[in-house]
């Protein structure tokens, strides 16, 4: 079974800050992780995946996952935030035919 | 398309009425997942094709729920006799290469809003 677990629904930070958005994993098998954003009346966006490739995995507008087997993490930062970041973000564990999502983080940037 | 297309993005119906959620893949993309999306929870797998013929059906709550996809390009879910329960956003979801599931990008839509009164 695989499932992810996304500590704190809401995250505050000011502009500029490091943003860290946490996701721990559960998986049977070697797990295949992403992040998604999702904007207000937008569909998902894939920001980056770890497909057992580097454990460190650069994504799309400055963010940045670690895969950390010892902690089954896989943690989403940004070292400074934007105004833009603003959205709803969702860890993803792929497994067979499915996907499995965290419940999400809602990240507000305080200007 | 640029992108994976839903329609309707709203769809407001009665208990007990039949409704239709139409998704149009991006061009090329053989694999197509639909999800539903409850308020303040991540999307939940429903059902994914490869073609025409749903690979993996396992996610469909009930026999209420059913989906086709004929020519493999264009998907419709259909819920019959609607619950107050269903009242969710409807996501689709496509990629190019179903044989690399799951790692393979799954490219979403913009979601359907089903509010059942």
């Known amino acids: 079974a695989q499932s992810v677990t996304q500590l704190g629904s809401h995250v505050s930070v000011s502009e500029g800050a490091l943003v860290l958005l946490r996701c721990n994993y559960s998986?049977?098998?070697?797990?295949?992780l992403f992040w998604y954003v999702q904007y207000p009346n937008q569909g998902l966006q894939l920001l980056l995946k770890?497909?057992?490739?580097?454990?460190l995995v650069k994504g799309i507008n400055g963010f940045e996952a670690e895969f950390k087997k010892s902690e089954t993490s896989f943690h989403l930062t940004k070292p400074s935030a934007h105004m833009s970041d603003a959205a709803e973000y969702f860890c993803?564990?792929?497994?067979?035919?499915?996907?499995?999502f965290g419940t999400g983080t809602s990240l507000t940037v305080i200007p | 398309g640029a992108g994976v297309s839903q329609t309707p993005s709203n769809k407001v119906t009665e208990k007990g009425k039949y409704v239709e959620l139409r998704c149009d893949p991006i061009?090329?993309?053989?694999?197509l997942y639909w999800y539903r999306q409850s308020l303040g929870q991540g999307p939940e797998f429903l059902i994914y094709?490869?073609?025409?013929?749903?690979?993996?059906d396992s996610g469909l709550p009930n026999d209420r729920f059913f989906a086709v996809r004929p020519e493999g390009s264009v998907s419709t879910l259909k819920i019959q006799r609607t619950e107050r329960g269903d009242s969710a956003v409807y996501l689709c979801?496509?990629?190019?290469?179903?044989?690399?599931?799951?790692?393979?990008?799954?490219?979403f839509g913009p979601g359907t809003r089903l509010t059942v009164l």
């Open positions: 979801a496509s990629s190019l290469n179903p044989r690399l599931v799951p790692t393979d990008t799954q490219y």
């Open positions: 094709f490869q073609g025409t013929g749903a690979a993996d």
């Open positions: 061009s090329g993309h053989t694999a």
């Open positions: 993803a564990v792929g497994g067979g035919n499915q996907f499995y």
């Open positions: 998986s049977s098998v070697p797990p295949y």
């Open positions: 770890y497909t057992s490739a580097a454990t």
